[in-house]
């Protein structure tokens, strides 16, 4: 069983306000991911690292940020959120070494709805 | 580029019944194949992976998934569909330099009593 944490699981808030989303995992996996899924559609890759100081975008352009200042910890912020963020976002993890170096465990989502 | 296919949308069987969700992949290099299983209102649960061992590969829940490169196919199965298993279903492929989940457009599984 994977160990990764998101907060909130549900947010809802006003269009212009600032937000992070927080992801956790204590597995001293190196590799994290933000994955966007819009209701009954596929995932898609908006951030990853690959270590402490490594961020990248993903796939699918998004207006977030993310920071990785300490392995465990991945958030991603949204400065001005829009309706248009409205989305679930899945926060995930891999290692690179072992029997789940090349699965990666993904968290229980934040469903972020801006009104 | 790898990417993958999942034919059909939506797949309705009666409780007791063979489960069939079919996926396609496209990959330049062995690839590596995943199913994930996401319940209403949670994340992803990896139900079974593959990686180059064997090509049957058993996973949680009773599924079952067949590599076959001759079709370029890992479809998923299970024998005896149960209510438990209404679910979104995701087949992805380990794509990339990033080592990131390339994602099928997802199968929903209903079941009828």
């Known amino acids: 069983e994977a160990d990764i944490y998101q907060t909130p699981r549900y947010l809802v808030i006003g269009t212009g306000k600032k937000i992070t989303l927080e992801c956790s995992q204590t597995?001293?996996?190196?590799?994290m991911y933000w994955y966007q899924q819009d209701p009954g559609m596929e995932l898609h890759l908006i951030h990853y690292?690959?270590?402490?100081?490594?961020?990248e975008k993903g796939d699918l352009s998004s207006e977030s940020t993310v920071s990785r200042i300490r392995t465990e910890h991945f958030p991603l912020t949204l400065e001005s959120a829009r309706p248009s963020h409205t989305s679930q976002y899945l926060c995930?993890?891999?290692?690179?070494?072992?029997?789940?170096?090349?699965?990666?465990?993904f968290g229980e989502g934040s469903w972020l709805t801006v009104v | 580029a790898q990417s993958v296919t999942q034919l059909g949308s939506h797949v309705s069987v009666s409780e007791g019944a063979l489960v069939l969700l079919r996926c396609n992949y496209s990959s330049s290099v062995p690839p590596y194949l995943f199913w994930y299983v996401q319940y209403p209102n949670q994340g992803l649960q990896l139900l079974l992976k593959?990686?180059?061992?064997?090509?049957l590969v058993k996973g949680i829940n009773g599924f079952e998934a067949e590599f076959k490169k001759s079709e370029t196919s890992f479809h998923l199965t299970k024998p005896s569909a149960h209510m438990s298993d209404a679910a979104e279903y995701f087949c992805a492929v380990r794509g990339g330099s990033q080592g990131n989940l390339i994602f099928g457009k997802g199968t929903k599984l209903s079941v009828k009593p």
């Open positions: 593959y990686t180059s061992a064997a090509t």
């Open positions: 597995m001293g996996h190196d590799k």
């Open positions: 995930a993890s891999s290692g690179i070494q072992g029997p789940g170096g090349n699965t990666i465990y």
């Open positions: 690292s690959y270590g402490v100081n490594s961020t």
